[in-house]
């Protein structure tokens, strides 16, 4: 691929000038937190964590995301942490957007750039650091990992997108293609996270509708997303939540790819007994 960009959040504040009205949406099958929200004033700050800021775009809770979490995290220059996650049956991804990331895992440390990708399975030892001159923004998704009795957890995986080759999706002539980080028929990973892109006028060609849940963050470009009844623009820095069953599909617009890194939850039985 040729020149990946990775947005990240506008941050600041807008003018009081600014008009007010604008995309952010939520209903009880999808939401759309689009760029121009995520601003200074709606960051977390995270226990054991020193110069990071948070944008929290999705916690389990009841009539939203029920099986994980997605923070954006900026590391100021020196920021990091020694304790990032405080739950030991959690698994995670990180996927960097901007900068350069240390990450120590299991006593193995790697230096992350743009477009780097990290699984940690659940109880591993993990710190992050920013040991660069300026700021350094990731993804951290997060999941509770559901063990399945003679299947052992998943390895860690340390990788950069740059180094994988999308696989185009059968029948688009190479319109639509999928990054992955993991092997699809890897019983042992309970979730993924992709990216999908698609070229100038790629399109979904049919409603998806299926039991994964989504958590949708747009990289780079611009389209029309079907979500549930209604079609609605995105573009580079915009998130996404998709309820399991919401019925989806695109369009892609502008003159460059669509692009977006796609969680969703894989490979076990849905549960009969709700929490």
Known sequence: MTNPT?????AGLPAQE?????????????????????????????????????????RPMT??????????VELSPGGGSDRPEPDQGAEAVLFVTSGALSLTLNGTQHALKAGGYAYIPPGAGWAVAN????????????KAYEAVEGIPAPD????????IIPTPMPDTGGAWATTRFVDPDDMRHDMHVNIVTFQP?????????HVMEHGLY??????????NRDW?????GDFMWLRAFCPQACYAGGQGPFRYLLYKDVNRHPALRLP
Request: net charge negative.
């Open 6 to 10: 990775y947005a990240t959040p506008a």
């Open 156 to 163: 860690a995986l340390v990788t950069n997108e740059a180094d």
């Open 63 to 72: 009539g939203f995301a029920e099986t994980f979490a997605q923070y954006i």
């Open 18 to 58: 600014s008009l007010m009205t604008g995309r952010a949406v939520f209903t009880e099958s999808y939401a759309v937190i689009p760029h121009g929200v995520m601003r200074d004033i709606v960051t977390s700050n995270l226990p054991h964590w020193q110069g990071a800021r948070a944008w929290i775009l999705a």
């Open 218 to 227: 747009v990289l780079q470009g611009k389209a029309v997303y079907k979500l």
């Open 232 to 236: 609605v623009e995105v573009e580079a």
């Open 131 to 142: 040991n660069s001159d300026s700021d350094t923004t990731f993804h951290w998704i997060r």
């Open 201 to 209: 006028g790629g399109v979904i060609p049919f409603e998806e509708t």
